[in-house]
């Protein structure tokens, strides 16, 4: 046994560990159950009993040099990971690109086409007071859109003070428009895109968080038809270049007149189909001239300037150009789902 012990001490001190799976086969030549080190183990049983001591002594030093040799080898730097990033055959690792979120893609799209035709971008705070969200944007005191149901209150005064002291989460990004017109003087040529939020129960077709572009232009001589043609071009840049619009009359408490543009369905060319629900028209944005009397009380001469405005939500516009029509999708952060925006290279 004293011989074997030893030629097997030479070998493992002899070992190369050059090849990948190596350290594995040493494991397995030597040290498994079935290993040249665990039959010693097992014939030691044989051993004449004046013998034992020094036999026992010399098996086990055998095991412990085996266990170091193997240990040092598999963390060391001539291990299996230096052998392996040598062995060209392996196949490389799965790095995978990162996607843009869709509705960064739509935005990142819309202030493209805008500053273009020269509009710059404002941001402003996600938390708003009532004068910069309703107030100076002309909505009566009693007006519904103020009702709890609609707006996140994070401070409701009592009601014998104005509500234009309320501190609240901002119902659209109009209210950056109320600062610029505040802050700056005409001409004013800008959109506004950002995070907004309603009191609305989440479901396919609403989210109580989700995203605007809202663009206001105001100059001297600024008309209806300045609007007509703006929204022509963001509508054919966005959809392609043979969309139609058509304006239907609406209501905004801050512009006069207003409407509400659709675009011809691109889908099926305006004849009908079930994304249009068979009218060839889809519903893409409001907008209006902005009214006197938020030029008035954002200290803008209404007599000299005029101005449009127009605002649209990106999750509606990523709707009819993804055809994803559940809006609870984009906010799941499914990587299934978000996978499916990577860019193509
Ligand atoms: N602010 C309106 C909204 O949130 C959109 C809009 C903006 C309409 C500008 C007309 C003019 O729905």
């Not at 971008?121 to 009702?147: C, M, Q, T, W, Y």
């Not at 206001?216 to 071009?233: E, G, H, M, P, W």
Request: hydrophobic residues 35%; charged residues 25%.
């Amino acid at each position: 046994m004293k011989e074997i012990i030893e030629k097997i001490k030479r070998e493992i001190e002899e070992y190369r560990f050059d090849s990948p799976g190596s350290t594995e086969q040493f494991r397995i030549r030597y040290l498994s159950r079935r290993g040249a080190i665990s039959l010693l183990f097992d014939d030691f049983r044989s051993v004449p009993a004046d013998l034992k001591k020094e036999t026992g002594k010399a098996l086990n030093e055998l095991k412990n040099l085996a266990q170091d040799i193997l240990e040092s080898n598999s963390r060391g730097s001539l291990s299996e990971s230096a052998v392996s990033l040598n062995d060209y055959t392996r196949p490389g690792y799965p790095l995978e690109a990162g996607a843009r979120h869709p509705i960064s893609i739509v935005r990142n799209e819309i202030i493209s086409i805008f500053s273009r035709i020269g509009f710059t971008v404002s941001e402003g705070p996600e938390i708003e007071d009532d004068n910069h969200v309703f107030s100076k944007l002309n909505f009566a005191p009693d007006h519904p859109a103020r009702d709890m149901q609609d707006t996140f209150f994070i401070s409701r005064l009592s009601d014998e003070r104005s509500s234009v002291d309320d501190i609240l989460l901002r119902t659209h990004t109009s209210s950056v428009q109320v600062r610029v017109m505040e802050n700056e003087k005409p001409p004013i040529r800008t959109i506004s895109p950002g995070r907004v939020f309603r009191n609305e129960a989440v479901s396919a077709r609403a989210h109580c968080i989700f995203h605007q572009v809202e663009g206001l232009y105001i100059d001297t001589n600024v008309s209806f038809a300045d609007l007509r043609q703006t929204l022509l071009f963001f509508s054919r840049e966005m959809f392609g270049p043979s969309v139609e619009i058509r304006f239907r009359p609406s209501y905004f408490p801050f512009t006069e007149p207003s409407a509400e543009l659709d675009v011809s369905c691109r889908l099926c060319s305006g004849k009908g189909c079930n994304v249009c629900k068979h009218t060839g028209w889809l519903e893409v944005l409001g907008c209006g001239m902005v009214h006197q009397a938020v030029l008035g009380a954002c200290g803008i001469d209404s007599e000299k300037y005029t101005g449009f405005a127009f605002g649209m939500g990106i999750e509606r516009i990523a709707m009819l150009k993804y055809r994803v029509d559940d809006l609870r999708l984009y906010f799941e952060n499914d990587i299934r789902f978000l996978s499916q925006f990577r860019p193509v290279f």
